[in-house]
Every structure is written in structure tokens, then in C-alpha cells.
């Protein structure tokens, strides 16, 4: 099955600053690359997401990159503020009709004021 | 339009007690999943159900069992809980034709000791 390893695990940065989380999976049959943010207490949302046909999405502060050829995707959020504060998770569809989705063990992001 | 909900919020169980945890949605979405979220380790799937009428084994099924009661209901249940299975269960749906985002429920904290 697909094995998704994402890092780093906990990451602060200034605000103002840019962080970058990455993210490796093993399928490469994998066409579906998604972000979720999840804030203390809440459920995950997803933020942005990338499919397999694409290199690169941007959605205001945030972007996703992917790299199929290395099997690696990463999520750039930029002039982070506070609110960004939250554990990110990435994920990883395979693809032949798969309808599992297995995600990395998360990145804590603190954003310092 | 309630989306994915979830009962109950929160629930403490006796080692050996059952109990189902029920999830509904209101989307017409026909995917249906249930996770586990454990510290560090992300959130790793217990069971899904592609649509209505099948269900598959995900990651970590031992010591639960689900039913697809009907399109919109897709329950989680444990037949003789055990400290391990301590966690918050999410429940997500995905619409599938296509479609591959995954929307979460607000989740259960359970408790079993």
C-alpha cells in the first residue's frame, strides 16, 4: 500500500517568514496529493490540493508543489501569521480507483508574533 | 445543510464495554470513511465504505466492526473496548464520480480505561 512520510514534525517560524513542509510517498500510481489544517480541537479541513497532471498550485499564501519524478510534494505558505498556527497533514490518494487515503503523521507549525 | 456530524462528542468507556459511534451526512456523497487519530501518528483508517452496500478493511481494523446502514449512515462499532483504542474517531465523506476531496466530521473523543 502507499506509505506517505511527511517532515519535519514540528516547525516554528517568525511571522512574516515562509514555512515549507514536505512531504514523500511510495505509490506511484498516486494521483492526488491533498493539505489538510487542523487547529486545536477541530477537524481537519482541507486547505489546497494537487493532482498528479499538475506541478505546481497556488492559492493566495499558500502553494503546493509536486515532483513526480521524485515522488515528492510540498506545501509553501508565506508571510505566515499566527492564525497559520495549526498541524498540517499531508495526503496521498493512490490511483486505479483506489478510495484510500493515507496521510503523513503531521507537521505543528507555530507561527511567533 | 449539516454536512458530516457525528455522536457522540465525547464518551468514557470500561475495558470490555461495546459501543457504536454513529456518522451521518447530508451531501449525497457515496464514500464513507472512519479514522483514528492518535498523537503523532496522524489519522489511519479503520474501515471505509466505497458506496452504499460494500465495505473494505483500512489500515487498522482490528477490533471494530461497520455498517453502511443506507447511503447517508456509516457506523463504528466496538465490541469489547480496549485501552488501546483510546483516540478520537473522525468520520469523513467523499463524493466519489471523480470527486476526490474528503470532508470531516467535528469527531468523538473516546476514552477507555
Known amino acids: 500500500g502507499e506509505n506517505v512520510e511527511q517532515h519535519p514534525s514540528t516547525l516554528s517560524v517568525q511571522e512574516g517568514d515562509s514555512a515549507v513542509i514536505k512531504c514523500t510517498y511510495s505509490d506511484s500510481a498516486s494521483n492526488y496529493f491533498p493539505w489538510y489544517k487542523q487547529e486545536l480541537g477541530k477537524r481537519p479541513q482541507l486547505i489546497i490540493d494537487i493532482r498528479s497532471n499538475v506541478g505546481e498550485k497556488k492559492d493566495q499564501r499558500i502553494a503546493v508543489t509536486l515532483n513526480k519524478t521524485a515522488k515528492h510534494f510540498s506545501l509553501h505558505i508565506t508571510e505566515t501569521q499566527p492564525e497559520d498556527s495549526a498541524v498540517y497533514f499531508c495526503?496521498?490518494?493512490?490511483?486505479?480507483?483506489?478510495?484510500?487515503?493515507?496521510f503523513g503523521k503531521g507537521t505543528k507549525l507555530s507561527v511567533i508574533p | 445543510n449539516a454536512g458530516v456530524t457525528q455522536t457522540p462528542k465525547f464518551q468514557v468507556l470500561k475495558t470490555g464495554q461495546s459501543m457504536t459511534l454513529q456518522c451521518a451526512q447530508d451531501?449525497?456523497?457515496?464514500?464513507m470513511y472512519w479514522y483514528r487519530q492518535d498523537p503523532g501518528m496522524g489519522l489511519r483508517l479503520i474501515y471505509y465504505s466505497a458506496s452504499e452496500g460494500t465495505t473494505d478493511k483500512g489500515e487498522v481494523p482490528n477490533g471494530y466492526n461497520v455498517s453502511r446502514l443506507n447511503k447517508r449512515e456509516f457506523s463504528l462499532r466496538l465490541e469489547s473496548a480496549a485501552p488501546s483504542q483510546t483516540s478520537v474517531y473522525f468520520c469523513a465523506s467523499r463524493p466519489g464520480q471523480g470527486s476526490y476531496e474528503q470532508y470531516f466530521g467535528p469527531g468523538t473523543r473516546l476514552t477507555v480505561t
Open positions: 451531501m449525497n456523497h457515496n464514500s
Open positions: 495526503a496521498a490518494y493512490s490511483g486505479a480507483g483506489s478510495y484510500q487515503l493515507t
